[in-house]
């Protein structure tokens, strides 16, 4: 699949995206805890979407950087002199 939508240049849009969902299929957001609820004013429902959005926000950003942080590397960065 992975070779498919790169040479498709869709690997952003439809690779990543199922990948991520396999993954939280095979490893749900844990349930809340008692801080994060009080936090959201006692309601565990959005307490829960918190936590989902706040994990999925950082898990897109770690994929983000680490594709430009290595696409950035000049191809001389691996010779040791």
Do not use: C
């Amino acid at each position: 699949m992975f070779r498919e939508t790169q040479a498709e240049k869709t690997t952003v849009t439809k690779f990543f995206p199922e990948i991520h969902r396999e993954w939280r299929r095979l490893w749900p957001v844990e349930a809340p805890t008692p801080a994060e609820i009080a936090k959201a004013e006692g309601d565990a429902e959005k307490a829960t979407i918190d936590k989902r959005k706040t994990l999925e926000g950082v898990s897109v950003k770690r994929v983000l950087d680490m594709k430009f942080t290595y696409a950035k590397q000049p191809a001389y960065s691996n010779v040791v002199l």
